[in-house]
């Protein structure tokens, strides 16, 4: 199970953080990351890690801004946001996928959801 929290209200130029926090399974060999999905959009790919060794990848849209990391101990990933942009709104979701056979980082490949988190920024 995956568990999402830290969405909110921010101006423009703020910051939040996320936290996904995984329970009930191994995830040793997962990538686990975040989509959004804006009012009238398809869910978009933003950010994932791989347990196995720490590495990320990042959406262009959020390259700079966004940094994505983990807590091992705590089964706990964290995705810090910063100078947010209005087009930043949406829900953000967390997800992972079993990463033993590499990563394709769609909305359609993932083996785990979370439930989604609302991040607004205002202009």
């Known amino acids: 199970q995956l568990q999402a929290s830290g969405g909110g209200l921010v101006q423009a130029g703020g910051s939040l953080r996320l936290s996904c926090a995984a329970s009930?399974?191994?995830?040793?060999?997962?990538?686990i990351g975040w989509f959004r999905q804006a009012p009238g959009k398809g869910r978009e790919g933003v950010s994932y890690i791989l347990n196995s060794d720490g590495s990320a990848y990042y959406a262009d849209s959020v390259k700079g801004r966004f940094t994505i990391s983990s807590d091992n101990a705590k089964n706990t990933v964290y995705l810090q946001m910063n100078s947010l942009k209005p087009e930043d709104t949406a829900v953000y979701y967390c997800?992972?996928?079993?990463?033993?056979?590499?990563?394709?980082?769609?909305?359609?490949?993932?083996?785990?959801w979370g439930q989604g988190t609302q991040v607004t920024v205002s202009s």
């Open positions: 009930g399974s191994t995830f040793d060999d997962y990538a």
């Open positions: 997800a992972a996928a079993d990463s033993l056979l590499g990563v394709v980082w769609v909305a359609g490949g993932m083996h785990y």
